[in-house]
């Protein structure tokens, strides 16, 4: 069975400071996915990383996928308020679509 | 594009009572989940279909639980007779193509309340 697993699961930091979440799972994959949920609402993609190496960025935030050590990161620079959230990667195992997600990492900006 | 649209937004019901979610995926996209969230268990995978037809039901918890496609557009999750600890919210994603650079779109979902 697909284990994905985050850390931190919480993490409190201050803003302009830059921090990263760690998202591993236990099976093969080169299908990655990061989301966002605001509280009380649905997901929203950040990022589709589909490819040993793969490395993308939106504004503040980059994603990166290494498929041989089974890890994704999400780097946060210069953290702003506005970037309070969950943070959720999700992993797809090669022979089927069954889309499975981390446990979360609730990411909170201190002013 | 509407997105994918689930409804109803909310739905509170009693213990034993049938509760029906439903889900309109997005025009063209060929795959349709159905996901539960909840503080314990956190997102998980509860059925999936490819072109209408249920691939993978591993995810469903019980018997009580069934789920549909009868076309394309729409899809229905219901739960017959209904529980408190099924209080969770519950979300429809679709997508075109996995495996290609596309993501999966998720509904608004449904914060289903069993009292």
């Known amino acids: 069975e697909l284990k994905v697993e985050q850390n931190p699961l919480f993490l409190s930091m201050q803003e302009g400071k830059n921090y990263t979440i760690y998202c591993n799972y236990s099976t093969t994959s080169d299908r990655l996915y990061w989301y966002r949920q605001d509280p009380g609402k649905s997901l929203e993609s950040l990022f589709v990383?589909?490819?040993?190496?793969a490395v993308k960025q939106e504004g503040r935030l980059m994603a990166s996928l290494d498929t041989k050590a089974r890890l994704s990161t999400l780097h946060i620079t210069a953290a702003v308020h506005d970037l309070s959230a969950t943070y959720f990667c999700?992993?797809?195992?090669?022979?089927?679509?069954?889309?499975?997600f981390g446990t979360g990492t609730r990411l909170t900006i201190i002013p | 594009d509407a997105g994918v649209i689930q409804s109803p937004r909310h739905e509170v019901t009693e213990m034993g009572q049938e509760v029906t979610l439903r889900c309109k995926p997005i025009s063209g996209h060929d795959y349709l989940f159905w996901y539960r969230q909840t503080m314990m268990r956190g997102l998980e995978l509860l059925i999936y279909f490819n072109n209408n037809v249920p691939i993978d039901d591993s995810g469903m918890p019980e018997d009580r639980f069934s789920a549909k496609m009868p076309n394309a557009s729409f899809s229905t999750l219901k739960i017959q007779p209904s529980e408190p600890r099924d209080s969770a919210v519950y979300f429809c994603a679709s997508s075109p193509l996995p495996g290609q650079a596309y993501g999966y779109t998720f509904g608004s979902g449904t914060r289903l309340t069993v009292v």
């Open positions: 999700a992993v797809v195992p090669f022979g089927n679509e069954k889309l499975t």
């Open positions: 990383l589909l490819s040993n190496g």
